[in-house]
């Protein structure tokens, strides 16, 4: 609520709210041997709080655009491959992902009538603090054709991704995913 009171209060509107929380647990852990406070803390921070901040914004942007037609914003939902891909090492990180990628398709859902699109950006493997630990064992993926364009993702192409959707190149493609993760998705043989 401080977030939306203080937006109000210094720029008077909201066009464009980006969900970009991500934690990852602070130990990997087997699902077998993961613990409570690890989920509660993930899915909080990761799923609760974007949630429950869409919400927020959601209500201000239907106010602003009930005020004037003409009004134009966006709702961005930065999830992750996990919430596609299981890693068991990892189960409380992937559920609070595919939790919002559900959020992303039930907030377009709910939006559409008042044409407030909502998308999700679907990062894969990105050269962040995040993934420092991991990079020895991601460069020898890459490196072995994990990826179809086979480097690294930056945090630069995520906010590039972002800023065609928040600029409305997409504004008819409500609950759609986009892919920012250098063809991971793609199945092949």
Known sequence: QRLIDETRRRFGRLNVLVNNAGVAPKVRADILDATEESFDRLISINLKGPYFLTQLAARWMIEQKKADSAFSGCIINISSISAT????????????????????????????????????????IIATDMTAAVREKYDKLIA??????????????????????????????????????????????
């Open 85 to 124: 891909v299981a890693s068991t090492s990892r189960g409380d990180y992937c559920i609070s992902k595919a939790g919002i990628s559900m959020a992303t398709a039930l907030w377009a859902a709910r939006l559409g009538e008042f044409d407030i699109p909502v998308y999700e950006i679907r990062p894969g």
């Open 144 to 189: 072995e054709g994990l990826l179809i364009q086979g480097r690294w993702g930056l945090p630069e192409d995520v906010g590039r991704a972002a800023a065609a959707l928040a600029r409305g190149d997409f504004a008819y493609s409500t609950g759609t995913v986009i892919h920012v993760d250098g063809g991971f998705h793609v199945q092949r043989l």
